[in-house]
């Protein structure tokens, strides 16, 4: 059974600091992987996604790599906000063809960046 | 964009009560999903669906059922809510395998 494991569970950094959000997984056997973001209290808005036979995915600020055979994930956020204060999630889908429409989410990692 | 909404934000009900969930999605996608999220679990799956009149049970489908008569409509079902049923719930659509977009979440309490 996959199981996704983020770390840390929360963190606090100063305004501008670059930081790094772990994510990993057990079975490498992933058709993708996708890191989402949550405001308090809404729904999950999809920063990227990343195929098994991709390595790394950017957006703005934020890049994302993929070690499929070690079952890791980070999501790397450049020169931090505070408006990226959230929780982040990751989630994989797994490649098995009758059920890759199932994601195994993480736990999340509790951003705060402080002004 | 696409756009997946959530008929309620805010949700509070009796215990006993038959209580409905709707979700719309914009972008003729097949794919829907139902899912609940509690603090120190996460996101669980509850249902899926992969066309219309077809679903599949998730991790927790227990104490609820889902409908879809339409394509873009997609609605959970809590036959008799009670307590341990309190959570936030998620509404996703998605194209297999692609990536899948959530609505805003429908937080419900059931006194």
């Known amino acids: 059974k996959q199981e996704v494991t983020q770390i840390p569970a929360a963190l606090s950094v100063p305004e501008g600091e670059n930081l790094v959000l772990n994510c990993s997984f057990t079975d490498s056997a992933i058709y993708n992987l996708q890191w989402f973001r949550q405001d308090p209290g809404k729904g999950l808005t999809s920063l990227l996604l990343?195929?098994?036979?991709?390595r790394e995915q950017t957006s703005g600020r934020l890049n994302a790599s993929l070690d499929k055979s070690s079952g890791r994930s980070t999501l790397y956020i450049a020169a931090s906000q505070p408006g990226d204060s959230a929780t982040y999630l990751c989630a994989v889908r797994p490649n098995s063809g009758g059920s890759n429409y199932k994601l195994t989410f993480g736990k999340g990692t509790l951003l705060t960046v402080n002004p | 964009d696409v756009k997946v909404t959530q008929s309620s934000r805010y949700l509070v009900k009796r215990t006993g009560e038959k209580v409905f969930l709707e979700c719309v999605q914009d972008m003729d996608h097949e794919n829907m999903f139902w899912y609940r999220q509690d603090p120190g679990l996460g996101l669980r799956l509850i249902y899926f669906s992969y066309d219309v009149k077809m679903k599949e049970k998730g991790d927790i489908p227990e104490g609820y059922s889902v409908s879809r008569e339409k394509k873009e409509r997609f609605s959970l079902i809590l036959e008799s809510a009670s307590t341990n049923q309190t959570s936030m719930y998620l509404c996703?659509?998605?194209?297999?395998?692609?990536?899948?977009?959530f609505g805003p979440g429908t937080r419900l309490t059931v006194t």
């Open positions: 996703a659509s998605s194209f297999t395998p692609i990536e899948q977009y």
């Open positions: 990343i195929q098994s036979s991709q």
